[in-house]
């Protein structure tokens, strides 16, 4: 085949990954198993326990908990079509959407389930994917993986604290704490934000024509929004705006107050930020966000706050949360450029290369047998010669090669070479898995059991 043929045969592939998603490929999921299992291990030492809410939801839970101003509400829902029966009057009225976040839906379940029953706080943690229809930009994603943790049941200061200090520990744990300035601020009750929005609107009656189109869309729908705008002409203005430190009460004060001792306590270092207000309706009283440390929102990991009313707005009693969420993807952008590299556990140790169907048939008990004890073991493909399975086994990047032939067949050996050093040597072919465990020492062999010696589950990696 020609070179041009060739070539030709690697056209533009028919079909490619819808705009705003992205393949995880084998690489990433390293990251994302690295992230889940620190996430996995703190959220256990605080004593939260893990909820899987479903991907998609009734569109009121997210008009009603996130606001039907945010920006997630009025343009980033995924919005979700599906057959019905007869019978299913009630879904025929229900129209559903992707989960954009998880907060809503956890507090949705918590009601639904009767978790006030349980002790209180109920503490909650979860991963998994999330949609909104955003514009697609570096390390932000219109279909993406996000880590959730949720207490829910008691205000206290202290909680606040220590959800903060488990996201800290997480970073630091993926080694970029170092890269991420957390962002605080108290935005006060209910009452003092209704009381600072009718401020803010009378300020900029006769100065709308100086605001950008989508600030003018804030101002009549969530005016809050205006504090974190990017506008430049917004920022300039509201250096002369009423400030919402100005309507805080004195209740919000002394609470916020009491959470900054706590996080110095557990030496957390922050930077107040008045203008920091969150994206959500039902935020409330304590607010942060993990900004990069070089370049400020633009690549932050994400952030969260109290939420004390979001409870009662799906039926329940009145019942105080706190939240955070941080978004995968972004947590591994920060990791690569800090180089941090994610323990790998995907590399082939043995290459079991094999000529002939009796050699091929002892092979596969081979591998069965060393895949058993922990080896990771690929081999006994095809029909290649051995010569083309030595180079197999060499992109493959194998460690040490097994090779049965015929002869080897009628002599019950086996050829063990070892592919770094270019050696070989002949050994019995039932001391072959033992010869082979020795050569890579227990340290690096792959085993793990479903329960352990009590019967308890364990971490399986996963």
Known sequence: MAKSDRISDMAEPMFRTPKGTHDVLPEDHQYMTYIKKAVRHRCRQAGYRRIDPPIFENRAIFERGIGQHTDIVSKELFLV????????????????ALRPEFTAGICRSYVEHGMQQLPQPVELYAIGQCFRYDRPQKGRYRQFHQVD???????????????????????????????????LNNIGSSDNRKAFVVALKDFFIGKE????????????????????????DTQILLKSAPTLDQFIDEESKVYHATLIEYLQELEIPFTSNVGLVRGLDYYGQTVFEFWDGSSGAQNAVGGGGRYDGLIELFGGAPTPGVGAAFGIERMIWHMKQAGVKAPNKDQVDVFVA?????????????????????VHTIGALGEASLKSQMRLADKFGARFTLLLGQMEVKEGKIILRDMAAGKQKTVAFDKAVPEVLELL??????????TDQLGNVVDSGE
């Open 354 to 374: 094999q000529l002939g169907p009796d050699a091929k048939k002892m092979c596969l008990r081979l591998i069965s047998a060393l895949r058993e004890s922990g």
């Open 149 to 183: 943790l949720e207490v829910i049941g008691l205000k206290d200061p202290s909680l606040d604290a220590q959800l903060i200090h488990v996201c800290m520990n997480i970073f630091k744990d993926l080694q970029i704490a170092d890269r991420l300035t957390l962002q």
């Open 81 to 96: 079509s599906g057959k019905h029966t007869e019978g299913e009057d009630q879904e025929k009225s229900m129209q559903l």
């Open 441 to 450: 020492g227990a340290k690096d062999l792959d085993t793990y059991s479903l």
């Open 209 to 232: 024509r100086h605001l950008p189109e989508i600030d003018l869309r804030r101002l009549e729908g969530n005016p809050l929004r205006l504090l974190d705008s990017k506008e430049a």
